[in-house]
């Protein structure tokens, strides 16, 4: 992150980390559950799999659906007061969750949460606050933090889980919003004015040409697909750890290596991607390692070490098409629709997180949890049937 914010001016780097910091905490509070919620739920009055899943991914629908239209409502009335409201409205969602005794309850708090959609404008602030040359490079730094809070949801949701249990862990998303809050009004500068920017948010006059670009199509397709199966598999795979003997509290001992081991695995590939020009090959390669280990999950269900060395493979190509997604997106939409791409982009991506607890919910309750694997797999090659088309852009 260091290098990433050189050459920003004092003002521009405090907006850079404080809104990082804003942006990563609500990630973290949606990420937090996922790793041990379907075992929460299976003790849930009125719980089945299929509202199991519709809990953990609804967040995504809510998301998509008002992440546009609050960054347009942003533009109108200034970028504060909707970030706060956003916050608002996650933390309230937050409190639902965590106070709620039955599944339907907690169904609402998370759509509660999602609806606090935030991100567009965040970054539309961002963009008020930092000047054009440096601008892609803070929006980048921001853009990181759904990553790295993923990595810490995955390891800290099974610690936490054990102390404080998953109500426990909604009240502490809704103390994460209210930091959020005061990260926004007392470390964030406030713009002298808000103006469009149109590399950097969505556009409604361009979203024409961005769904009529076959190669963003392709992308936001991926996207989809990726959270779909990601999501998909957090309904799965806690019930495979424990029936292969981990209990859940040992969970993060599991996942923080496959995590670590898996981003660095990922980075000789990037380089090869981005430094010997061989994107394709890489990407392909990706998204066919993201379908095998799912079938290598679900060849290896009893075998604690089978399993490992499958989320080991599946994380290596997960991290590896969620760093490399992006940067095609920004790089194969010009400056001017770039914003709106990226919102295109984001809607497919929480839209895929929905789908992924809808349909991995369905499928684990009329077909059982290998039946999860087996769907994501079918998912992720059709995925890479509709990838062989991409192009790649030009270097610089």
């Known amino acids: 992150m260091t290098n990433q914010t050189e050459g920003l001016n004092p003002q521009e780097r405090r907006a850079t980390l404080g809104l990082a910091a804003i942006y990563g905490s609500r990630m973290l509070g949606l990420f937090l559950i996922l790793p041990v919620f379907a075992l929460y739920a299976e003790h849930l009055p009125s719980a089945t799999p299929v509202l199991t899943g519709i809990a953990i991914g ?35 969602g937050s409190v639902v969750a965590a106070t709620a005794d039955d599944i339907w309850m907690i169904i609402a708090g998370r759509a509660i949460q999602g609806a606090g959609a935030i ?6 602030l961002l963009a008020d606050l930092t000047r054009e040359e440096y601008r892609t490079r803070a929006m980048a730094t921001v853009g990181v ?14 610690l936490f889980n ?16 209210l930091v959020a809050i005061a990260i926004l009004l007392g470390v964030i500068p ?52 424990v029936d292969a003997g981990l209990p859940v509290e040992e969970h993060a001992w599991l996942y923080l290596p496959v995590m670590v081991l898996g981003m660095g695995l990922m980075v000789p590939f990037v380089i090869k991607a981005e430094k010997g020009g061989k994107m394709k090959e890489v990407f392909l390669g990706a998204i066919g390692l993201l379908g095998l280990a799912q079938l290598g999950i679900y060849t290896m269900e009893g075998s604690l070490w089978g399993l490992a060395a499958a989320l080991l493979a599946f994380f290596t190509a997960f991290n590896l098409l969620e760093a490399t997604l992006p940067s095609l997106v920004s790089k194969l939409a010009p400056g001017q629709i770039r914003g709106t791409a990226m919102g295109v982009y984001s809607t497919s991506q929480f839209s895929g997180a929905f789908f992924g607890g809808l349909s991995g919910g369905w499928v684990h309750q009329h077909y059982g949890t290998s039946a999860v694997f087996v769907t994501s797999a079918l998912i992720t090659l059709i995925w890479l049937l509709a990838a062989q088309g991409m192009e790649v852009p030009e270097k610089g």
């Not at 239209?69 to 309230?92: E, M, N, Q, T």
């Not at 933090?145 to 099974?158: C, E, Q, R, W």
């Not at 054990?162 to 919003?177: D, E, K, Q």
């Open 162 to 177: 054990a102390w404080i249990g998953v109500p426990g862990l909604f009240w502490l998303t809704a103390i994460l919003a």
């Open 58 to 92: 609804i967040y995504g629908l809510t998301q998509a659906a008002l992440q546009i239209p609050f960054g347009l409502v942003s533009d109108r009335i200034g970028r504060k007061p909707v970030i706060v409201a956003g916050l608002i409205l996650f933390a309230i």
């Open 190 to 241: 406030t713009p002298d004015k808000s103006s469009v920017h149109e590399e950097a948010e969505p556009v409604p006059g361009l979203f024409g040409r961005v769904l009529r670009n076959p190669q963003l199509l392709r992308l936001d397709l991926g996207i989809f697909c990726l959270h779909l199966v990601l999501t998909a598999l957090f309904l799965a795979v806690p019930l495979e750890l």
């Open 119 to 124: 991100a567009a404008a965040v970054m539309a």
């Open 145 to 158: 933090t759904i990553g790295f809070s993923f990595t810490v949801a995955l390891i800290a949701g099974p």
